[in-house]
């Protein structure tokens, strides 16, 4: 949990988060409890509840109330990875088998709705009904996100909009939401939940933009499975759309494309990702990326200024990594 | 709808239940909306939604908040049948295309993650915790039935408190919360909800038992689909387990379960189904079903004596369906 080098001070809570999180899918029923620690402990980042505890530092910060947004947000972003996997077919995540590669589909399929109840579970202890229909409003959107991308498989005809649209559902809305829980569950002032929340969309659109050039730029060490997976599964994205832009990469670039989906994993996607590094567009990506970064800090600099709008900063910076 | 011919009172309401339904599921996202609604209309009884109408006839009866959990009961329902489709790889379901026969898993997934966020969004208009944990609850033990059920696939095993826990959770505790908070959401007093629950479980548990019997023993005209299903997917039901207890059955009944697994789906289950028809298990099973019904009447009777309870008898009856 590098995340927390930054700033030791939530620490302390955040592993009474982990251990609650663990707590959480413990039940009666042993395989569900096994493959549901299984996937929390393969590991991740925890940025929703380091969001929801530092939106908390707003309020009046209790970290009893605050469990119970930061949670459930963990579980819906692990119940919907859980899914993922089963759509992406993938075998490892964060260098660990998945639960449909350790398990099967199935297992897996049961074990992302078992997890989802649980969430709920979880808030249902908390009364506020703006907190409910916040969470579930995210959860719709995420799950019409997942079907976009599924919809947008290969789609080389699509918009630099319809990306966007599709990345704010299936990223950055849950992060925005985080912020922003975490403030109205320590009864923060509404215009801090708001910036909250920007500060959170825009973080989160930045963070999808710079995982998605990753996945071309980055080496196979850096993430954990070889580059170019997004490309091979048929997700066609920010920088891939600009590359396609560009006139005289076009053709060649589309013929890639299709050679990859027509070989269905089984081909390299290395030359696609060769011309889509030799063009603009990852520095158009990155560029763009940078726009939602500068929103998130203007954000920011509208929130008093304590020590947590500082943490703040740093994580936004911490999590769009820059790639040079 | 033909269980609302034995009372016309509910019709209106059941006419603007049934608008509600297809309205909670339009949104922007084209192909999520035509995959539920195809869902949707694709019918069912709406038994949830008929239980919370009637439950809410014991307290201060008000259509618009008895809506707010109708509508997400008879959601989640959906949600786990097209979860359940996958599962079984069902090609059709009440005689019409399954969401993932006529598209295909991965959007009967995420399709199925959609409605259960649309349920939520809904019932996010009740500022009630209790009703929250309840719902939340009910989806958690829903997906443990639903793991149990695949763990247990052909395990010729189990014991019969096993199937009873499985269909508990499967089934009985979803009519039994229908109930329960139909009474719960116009304040009706805390005994009448908890009878209520009570008659529902009885009901619900009744109601699986005997449409278990019913694949066994039914007509494909009567089931929509061929008889054996169960036994074909490997869905061990109760019939099944009274047949084995039997010592000159035992044997010969296993062999071709077993042949029924190794064949896997091609082999037709009508050895093995006639053996159970010669056993006990069927008349065995619906005495079992019989008690069931017999506290679900019994709790009625600690009711009030009013015109729904009386409803409440017949769609018992209704719902339980004897096959001799």
């Known amino acids: ?43 991740g980042k925890r940025l929703r509840p380091v969001f929801v505890l530092l939106g908390g530092k707003f309020g009046t910060y209790d970290i009893e109330r605050l ?20 759509i992406d077919n993938a075998a490892t995540r964060r260098g660990k088998p998945t639960v449909k590669s350790k398990w099967d589909n199935r297992i897996a399929m049961y074990t992302g709705d078992y997890i989802y109840g649980k969430a709920l579970e979880m808030t249902a202890g908390l009364s506020d009904p703006a907190i409910h229909r916040i969470l579930a409003k995210a959860m719709v959107q995420m799950s019409i ?102 006139p005289n990469l076009r053709e060649p670039l589309l013929e890639e494309i299709t050679r990859v989906q027509h070989e269905e994993g089984r081909a390299s996607a290395s030359d696609a990702i060769g011309m889509i590094r030799q063009s603009q567009g990852i520095a158009k990506a990155e560029a763009l990326a940078d726009r939602y970064m500068k929103k998130a800090l203007d954000a920011l600099d509208q929130l008093p200024n304590i020590k947590t709008t500082k943490n703040l900063r740093d994580i936004a910076h911490f999590v769009v990594k820059r790639t040079h």
């Open 145 to 246: 996100g997942e079907m976009e991308q599924i919809r947008d498989f290969f789609n080389t005809g699509q918009s630099v909009r319809n990306y966007l649209l599709r990345i704010r559902r299936k990223t950055a809305l849950l992060i925005a939401v985080s912020c922003q829980l975490g403030a109205l569950a320590t009864r923060a002032p509404e215009h801090v939940s708001s910036l909250l929340y920007t500060y959170g969309y825009n973080v989160g659109m930045a963070f999808q933009i710079q995982d998605d050039v990753l996945d071309l730029v980055g080496t196979e060490k850096q993430l954990g499975k070889p580059p170019g997976s997004d490309m091979k599964q048929g997700n066609i994205t920010l920088p891939v759309l600009y590359a396609l832009q560009e």
């Open 1 to 43: 949990m590098k995340l927390l080098d930054i700033f030791g001070l939530l620490k302390k809570d955040m592993d009474y988060i982990e251990k609650e999180l663990y707590r959480s899918v413990q039940g009666e029923q042993k395989l569900l409890s096994e493959t549901s620690l299984h996937l929390l402990k393969a590991g």
């Open 67 to 86: 469990k119970l947004v930061a949670v459930p947000l963990e579980l819906i972003h692990s119940a919907s990875l859980v899914h993922d996997d089963v």
